[in-house]
């Protein structure tokens, strides 16, 4: 554990009892006795299972904290104490973790120089900032502004999933608010530069300074700010409160109070969709006892229920069902894959649960067969491997900060019962599957199903929906749940198996900015079919500058890209496909900032390249340089201010009412991708 961190234990947590903090006197004291908001403490979504909530700032917030792992001093003596042992106290299953990084006497400018150590390399889910009285009358405000502006925009490009809780400086003269007061003045200036940081950056706004005036109309200044700056202990009560309050009210308001999804099952909303639109990129796993024989899974096995793809059936349905037997993976480290995610520059993964043939990669408690001469379950618990590979993958996802998906497939090309009737036996078998995942495993992001065959009226998909939902209030499901049933009533139930996001597969979607859609393509190219999703010996790997191109032209099209790799049955991945994810990750942390939180635009993509945006910034993407040192784009509407390489290199840049036109000289092009950053004035 690091120093000024408090580790929140889940009631359960005697396995390890070195973990288990006391939140401390003071805080408890807090809780029963000096906070109304104590009996009333409502949950709020973005504190989820694991969430890591840290808190910068200066003195008010370092709060005399201690640099050791003395629990009681761990988190200072201030409202960042009496926070944590609210949330902590009312939400222990949560497994909460609170750091506080207030140093005192610190400017915006003391934070800029230890962002990276003491914000970005702790990985925080929330972050809350209270940062400007010391910059008063040292950092001129429009610095103030723009390195505090920096400072959000590089915590949001490290987790495009960041939550800010953005704390306005406060001053309380002892004699009040007078005019001339140099340094009353200044604060309020900040206090404005603040607001309109949340407002850009969709944070919370915690307005601390009205709380402390309304307070000075029940006592004096002094009582509750006994210097002008630093709070006395009823001062930081005061500030916990109407930082919990408004966090409560901002975050809590988009999340229906009930989970009303589970009984009103409908899309994601946007704010629930926000992830996912800003991730980009995520890393498709397809692996199981089919890796054995090297053919296609699930399509390699000859005389299955569906017909298609006769060039991937090779072999025989006998020896196929029976390779779990010999599945045994001991090179198998879940924490190494979802180490190579990270690295690799990914936000989420998707791990195949169960493919058509049925096998499942956990031990699941469904039984398939009731005979002595098949697998009970067919699953993981079959081989002699027998450990659970979904607790290891989700358990490691969940350490590296990666969101995390299950694929699960409908159709079951091995189940007895399958389509067989009115599909009822079947039905009940997959749904209860479906919980399995969505309960065993803590937070789920995804549910990625791959079609489903039959009729309608053979499956009971709204119920499927509010299952999973009761289970993931806040879940995104692709649009293959019901895709190619027969007869899916129009309307509300055609827009709910639609659902959150499109799949094209294989193939780089086209541009598209009203719905979220994510490309599904294999690393693996298989020459003579459309396979390569498993472990296919012989077969050639995508080479790095294919698959940045098109990670590239995924992201500038408004989409996301679902690389896949297919590992070894050892539990190896390909050393090939290793060194490609590697060399993106390589390439996101210098280029990053024109994928991650963008959007695709303005201009449409093609084989030029393409464009992503976010705010006042435009990144140009250049593929194709065949013009000699110029690109010829449409016309823009607003001003460009500057244009630079990632570089850092200005190029030239010319604006006329027909149309935009960059100029970069062949030595400053890149051969796989040249990046040139565009800043506007927005009109």
Known sequence: ????????????????????????????????????????????????????????????????????????????????????????????????????????????????????????????????????INDSGKVPPDEYERVYDKLLVDAKAANPNIHFILCEP??????????????????????????????????????????????????????????????????????????????????????????????????????????????????????????????????????????????????????????????????????????????????????????????????????????????RHYSIADTPFQRDLCQAIADAAHKHGLKLGWYYSTRDWTHPDYLKGDNRIYNAYYEAQVRELLTRYGTVDIMWFDHAFGDWSQFAIEHLFKTMYQAQPDLLVNNRSARGLQHIPAGAMQQLTEADYDTPEQQIGHFQTNRAWESCVTMTKCRNDTGGWSYRPGEPTRSYEECIKMLVSTVTGDGNLLL?????PTGEILPEQVEVLKKMGGWLKKHGPSIYGTRGGPFANGGWGGSTQRGNKIWLHVFDWSGGDTVRLPPLQDTIQSALTLDGAKLKAVQTGSGLQITLPKAQQDPVDTVIELTLERH
């Not at 003391?110 to 914000?119: F, P, S, V």
């Not at 896949?564 to 070894?568: A, F, Q, R």
């Open 170 to 375: 406060f001053y309380l003269p002892k004699d009040g608010h007078k005019e001339g007061d140099e340094r009353d003045q200044d604060i309020k200036q900040r206090q404005v530069m603040v607001a309109k940081l949340a407002e850009k950056h969709h944070a919370a706004l915690v307005k601390f300074q009205q709380v402390f005036d309304d307070a000075c109309k029940r006592a004096p200044a002094q009582y509750w700010v006994w210097d002008s700056v630093h709070p006395t202990y009823s001062g930081h009560q005061l500030m916990a409160d109407e930082w919990i309050k408004t966090v409560r009210q901002f975050y809590g308001a988009s999340a229906p109070a009930a989970n009303d999804r589970a009984t009103n099952p409908r899309p994601a909303s946007p704010e629930q969709m926000q992830w996912f639109r800003d991730a980009k990129f995520g890393l498709f796993i397809h692996w199981g006892p089919a890796s054995l024989s090297g053919a296609e899974i699930s399509w390699g096995r000859k005389d299955r229920l569906e017909g298609g793809g006769q060039e991937l059936q090779q072999v025989p349905a006998d020896v196929y069902d029976n390779l779990y037997k010999q599945f045994n993976p001991v090179k198998f480290n879940a924490d190494q894959w979802m180490a190579l995610a990270k690295d690799a520059g990914c936000r989420y993964v998707v791990f195949i649960t169960k493919h058509h043939d049925g096998f499942s990669m956990w031990p699941t408690e469904q039984v398939r067969w009731d005979t002595p001469a098949r697998p």
């Open 564 to 568: 896949n790799v297919g590992p070894l």
């Open 1 to 132: 554990m690091n120093s000024s961190m408090i580790y929140i234990p889940t009631l359960n947590r005697s396995a390890e009892p070195h973990r288990c903090l006391a939140l401390g006197l003071a805080a408890v004291v807090a809780l029963v006795s000096g906070s109304a908001l104590a009996a009333e403490l409502t949950d709020v979504p973005l504190f989820k299972n694991n969430a890591r909530i840290l808190f910068q700032g200066d003195s008010i917030t370092d709060g005399n904290r201690g640099r050791n792992e003395d629990p009681n001093h761990i988190l200072g003596h201030g409202y960042c104490f009496i926070i944590a042992a609210q949330y902590g106290s009312h939400f222990p299953e949560r497994k909460l973790t609170f750091l506080n990084r207030g140093i005192s006497g610190n400017k915006v400018t003391d934070l800029a120089a230890r962002w990276q150590r003491d914000t970005l390399d702790l990985k925080p889910d929330v972050l809350s900032i209270l940062i400007g």
